[in-house]
């Protein structure tokens, strides 16, 4: 398969527009209706805990919170669909079930929110993968996720900051990172092939039939071939 394969379609822009509006959406709801989404994230190690497995990447502590996460939502989502549209829906909800039953398990006793595991997840997803290919195209967008994105590997740690008011949650990003480089490893890509386009790259190629490679000699000296000249005698009768 080659580059035919990636194709634009509504769906590159559409797909990543509707999942950070149902975002917005539900923090509206929470605003204007005075909803506690809070309990409804992850909380480990605890049975109610386990709902936030599914809703917490959809719920926000505040605009801040939420904006923060729209935007690299909206660039990786629509990466995604466009050079992995056959594994968009899956990376997605498989990112967000793993991350979040990873969570569960490390995460401290507090209620874990926000769909930072779900970026976290298509960075991972995005970069292990296009190494695994190693197709120019998918390579060159791993390295503008690492590029752009590449500060997060810090946030997979506790520091000072995870750790005190903000309460960020590294254990949700450590999560995201490990569920993306596992679905990496299980779903693949077409394979993708060079295209060929001198001679020498088809596998069958012989330089022992190639004309050019004839003008070289043993030590690899370039040297004129010889020219055979055949004079061809023409017996003539001449009748009287």
């Known amino acids: 398969m080659n ?20 975002l917005w959406f539900v923090y509206w709801l929470q605003i204007k209706f005075d909803f ?3 309990e409804n994230g992850i909380y480990p190690r605890t049975i109610s805990g386990l709902q936030g497995v599914i809703f917490s990447p959809f719920i ?19 990466a995604l669909q466009y050079f992995y549209s056959r594994q968009t829906i899956a990376v997605i909800a498989y990112g967000i079930l ?43 967008l ?30 949700g990003h450590l999560a995201g990172l490990i569920a993306g480089f596992v679905l990496s490893l299980i779903y693949k890509t077409p394979e993708y092939k060079k295209i060929i386009k001198y001679d020498w790259e088809h596998p069958d190629y012989d330089p022992m039939q190639d004309k050019f490679m004839q003008r070289f000699d043993e030590d690899g000296n370039f040297v004129n071939l010889e020219i055979v000249e055949e004079n061809g005698n023409n017996d003539c009768e001449e009748s009287n």
């Open 98 to 140: 793993f991350s979040g039953m990873i969570t569960w398990i490390i995460g401290r006793a507090n209620f874990h929110i926000g769909a930072s595991s779900l970026i976290y997840v298509l960075v991972s997803f995005i970069f292990f993968k296009g190494i695994q290919t190693k197709y120019y195209r998918l390579v060159a």
């Open 142 to 171: 791993s390295l503008a996720v690492v590029l752009v994105y590449g500060g997060l590997v810090w946030y997979v740690f506790p520091h000072p900051e995870s750790m005190g008011d903000e309460q960020i949650s590294w254990e």
């Open 60 to 78: 926000h502590s505040d605009f801040e919170h939420l904006y923060n996460n729209s935007i690299p939502l909206l660039i990786l989502l629509a």
């Open 36 to 38: 506690d989404f809070f």
């Open 3 to 22: 580059d035919n394969h990636f194709k634009y379609t509504n769906s590159v822009i559409g797909l990543p527009l509707f999942f950070v509006w149902f």
